[in-house]
């Protein structure tokens, strides 16, 4: 496997051979002040003893993102401007972005709640950063949730919740994302 060497000086990457260094490939030219960093994440399991007492997934992801925000150290999600849901299949919302925006308190100019796919949440937090590294965002959250044991507990319960088809979520996961050095500012 190679091993590279950055050289911020004149932003540069070189592979590192056993002859010593190989070709050199061009970093993306990044302003000092806009550089994207991972500053806080947050995961939540629900596992009530009674599967009908768990948390939908919005509040799941609710609480998710504000321990993110607490591992960050710092205020950010009333700065949030950018937020991404990773597709929740188990439970079905007709605006899912919307909804947790309110129940947070803030109106980001990026909402999605995305496509199905094993490299969403890679994809998502590699787009919040290039928004970031552009000037398009400063804060942003990438997130998701799923209720599908619950959902099942649900659908199989006599007197299901008024909530259809699930009444809680099994775990939600959120990072927040904003650029360096107004990361801790």
């Known amino acids: 496997m190679a091993e590279w060497r950055s050289d911020p000086e004149t932003r540069t990457l070189e592979r590192m ?35 009908m007492q768990g948390l ?63 490299q969403t949440p890679v994809q998502f937090i590699h787009e919040a950063a290039q928004r970031i590294a552009r000037g398009e965002s400063a804060v942003a959250a990438v997130c998701g949730a799923e209720a599908s044991n619950t959902a099942t507990w649900s659908r199989r319960s006599p007197k299901p919740p008024l909530l259809r088809p699930t009444a809680g979520c099994r775990r939600a996961t959120a990072t927040i994302c904003t650029q360096w050095p107004a990361a801790m500012a």
């Open 17 to 51: 051979t056993r002859e010593g260094t190989g070709r050199s490939v061009a970093m993306a030219k990044l302003d000092a002040d806009r550089q994207p960093v991972i500053v806080g994440v947050g995961e939540i399991k629900d596992r009530p003893s009674d599967p």
């Open 56 to 118: 939908e997934p919005v509040a799941l992801i609710e609480a998710a993102l504000r321990h993110a925000e607490a591992d960050a150290g710092a205020r950010l999600l009333h700065q949030l401007d950018a937020l991404d849901i990773v597709n929740v299949v188990s439970w079905r919302y007709a605006d899912l972005p919307g909804l947790l925006s309110q129940r947070l308190g803030v109106k980001p100019s990026w909402q999605r709640h995305g496509e199905i796919g094993g």
